[in-house]
């Protein structure tokens, strides 16, 4: 009996080369896409930077200036002279602090409660929260006002911080979190007596500390770099915030002095990006955690 063997196909035996040639040369061109990209938000960061540090006339120098002659700290001299930064920081610091403390709060006792307690209607106020996160923070800009306007809260702290506190986004980034918390542990520590409170404290929270400080760290950002909100409740330069301090800044300085503008930019977004860089692998295992729902 005569056998014959069959011969690999050219279609076959070439795919795997195929294949082998399209990621060495997909390689080359998504480091090339990833460049591009962070040449896009680098430039200007390093662009406004610089400027906040070099000499005013190398500033509108042809061709550009990138790399400053000299450092000179004359900008931030007269940027923190310009305006009152000092009060606008602690403005700022207060409002950020008390706001995004409180809002964690609600956000971690809420999501405890729609992942762990029974009670009636749980679906449709998670349904509710799902439903807040599609709501532009506009809408809402006339009612809080006159809220605020009646509580006599105009020109303060609280005015500035209260109607934010309501973090849907927190509430189902955690929520996601715990469901995905390993159900042993927790039917032990129920076994042990420990109540809800001993519960969230000793064993949810700690084996949730990503998606926490995620939660928190957005928070800190969106009530430092608040703007809309802290210009309409506010109308005394004492009870002002820093993103509106730069608001002022330009008034006074005029658009052409770009170097106090740049500047006043870097003491506003400095604290945030220290922040962020000390948070930022939080960040990732905080939304890791929360895609992974059992």
Known sequence: MITTVERPSRERSTKPGRRLRRRRVGNPLT??????????FLVPFYWMVSSAFKPEHEIYSWPPQWIPSTITLEHLARAWEAVPFGQFFVNSLIVTAAGSTLKVLLAVFSAYAFAFLRF??????????LGALMVPGHVTLLINYITIGN???????????LPGLASAFGTFLLRQHFLALPKEVLEAAELDGCGHLRRLVHFVLPMSRPAVVTVALIAVIDEWNDF???????????????????????????????GPIMAGTVLV?????????FAQRYIIAGFAGAATRR
Request: aromatic letters at 12%; zero cysteines.
């Open 31 to 40: 480091v090339v896409g990833l460049v591009v990209v962070a040449a896009v």
């Open 120 to 129: 009636p209607g749980k679906r449709i106020f998670f349904l509710a929260v």
């Open 151 to 161: 509580l006599g809260l105009i020109n303060t702290y609280a005015g500035i911080f």
């Open 228 to 258: 809309i909100w802290p210009l309409l409740v506010t109308n005394t330069l004492q009870a002002r915030t820093l993103p509106i301090g730069l608001m002022f800044l330009k008034e006074t300085e005029g658009v052409d002095q770009w």
């Open 269 to 277: 977004i400095l604290p945030m990006l220290l922040l962020f860089l």
